[in-house]
């Protein structure tokens, strides 16, 4: 069984990705909820978190695991997860970003993802690129923010950055998807960037070369706090699918 964990719901939009190359494989998630956001937490403390969630994962029959987080990928490669079997977020995207060699992209994340430096050590010189830590936008996404605030959000970060061409944007946190829309139009009018590379992708196509996606396809969601927003997003994701959610 494949396990998934995040930090809240941002996990979903890798799970998406992976139920539309995988839709036969058996996956439990865990989102950690109660514990979010990851995105300013000490790495101390990440680790903590990260063996934790994968413990819930183990116990729940999870054989091999996608780490959704990148606020936790430093601590996953450091060996926090426990897993032989685990695909983090960064080092699938380095390679995606192979096709773009020579481009200049800009990353935006958590805070906790920028100081960790892990897409640095990942994306080496394949391709130019800056980071913006943008520490509201996660929370705003997790806790069901409107469109206009997660806009104004963005737009603060943006300008705060200055304007520069970008060729693309690197949406470092999976949270990001959910405000993917206004992101690009941000980008646009800010950087004249009109790519976005989507990490899920990526990492959903690894995990369906080196995991096993042979089953019943089912799916159990294992939150660590109740949320109407994970639970709506859940919905919408998967309208037609069979799962459970269960609140530890």
Same mark, same amino acid.
């Given at each position: $069984?494949?396990?998934?964990?995040?930090?809240?719901?941002?996990?979903?939009?890798?799970?998406?990705?992976?139920?539309?190359?995988?839709?036969?494989?058996?996956?439990?998630?865990?989102?950690?909820?109660?514990?979010?956001?990851?995105?300013?937490?000490?790495?101390?403390?990440?680790?903590?978190?990260?063996?934790?969630?994968?413990?819930?994962?183990?116990?729940?029959?999870?054989?091999?695991?996608?780490?959704?987080?990148?606020?936790?990928?430093?601590?996953?490669? $450091?060996?926090?997860?426990?897993?032989?079997?685990?695909?983090?977020?960064?080092?699938?995207?380095?390679?995606?970003?192979?096709?773009?060699?020579?481009?200049?992209?800009?990353?935006?994340?958590?805070?906790?993802?920028?100081?960790?430096?892990?897409?640095?050590?990942?994306?080496?010189?394949?391709?130019?690129?800056?980071?913006?830590?943008?520490?509201?936008?996660?929370?705003?996404? +997790?806790?069901?923010?409107?469109?206009? +605030?997660?806009?104004?959000?963005?737009?603060?970060?943006?300008?705060?950055?200055?304007?520069?061409?970008?060729?693309?944007?690197?949406?470092?946190?999976?949270?990001?998807?959910?405000?993917?829309?206004?992101?690009?139009?941000?980008?646009?009018?800010?950087?004249?960037?009109?790519?976005?590379?989507?990490?899920?992708?990526?990492?959903?196509?690894?995990?369906?070369?080196?995991?096993?996606?042979?089953?019943?396809?089912? $799916?159990?969601?294992?939150?660590?706090?109740?949320? +109407?927003?994970?639970?709506?997003?859940?919905?919408?994701?998967?309208?037609?699918?069979?799962?459970?959610?269960?609140?530890?």
């Amino acid at each position: $069984m494949i396990g998934l964990f995040d930090s809240g719901s941002g996990g979903l939009t890798v799970l998406a990705a992976l139920r539309k190359r995988a839709p036969n494989a058996d996956i439990v998630y865990f989102g950690d909820i109660q514990n979010a956001p990851y995105g300013e937490r000490e790495a101390k403390e990440l680790v903590r978190l990260t063996e934790s969630g994968m413990k819930r994962l183990s116990e729940a029959g999870a054989s091999e695991v996608v780490s959704a987080c990148n606020s936790v990928s430093l601590s996953v490669l $450091m060996g926090s997860a426990g897993h032989e079997r685990i695909i983090e977020m960064t080092r699938p995207v380095a390679r995606a970003l192979r096709a773009h060699a020579g481009g200049t992209f800009l990353l935006i994340a958590t805070p906790a993802t920028v100081r960790s430096g892990i897409y640095r050590d990942a994306i080496g010189v394949s391709v130019r690129f800056e980071e913006l830590p943008i520490p509201e936008l996660a929370p705003a996404i +997790e806790f069901g923010a409107e469109k206009g +605030e997660m806009r104004g959000i963005i737009k603060k970060s943006f300008l705060e950055h200055g304007k520069k061409n970008y060729d693309g944007i690197i949406l470092g946190c999976t949270h990001y998807p959910f405000a993917r829309e206004e992101i690009e139009k941000e980008a646009r009018d800010m950087f004249g960037a009109t790519l976005v590379i989507d990490p899920a992708e990526a990492v959903a196509e690894e995990a369906t070369r080196r995991f096993s996606i042979e089953g019943k396809g089912t $799916m159990r969601f294992l939150i660590s706090k109740d949320s +109407e927003v994970f639970r709506t997003r859940v919905r919408e994701l998967f309208p037609e699918a069979r799962y459970t959610i269960e609140v530890l």
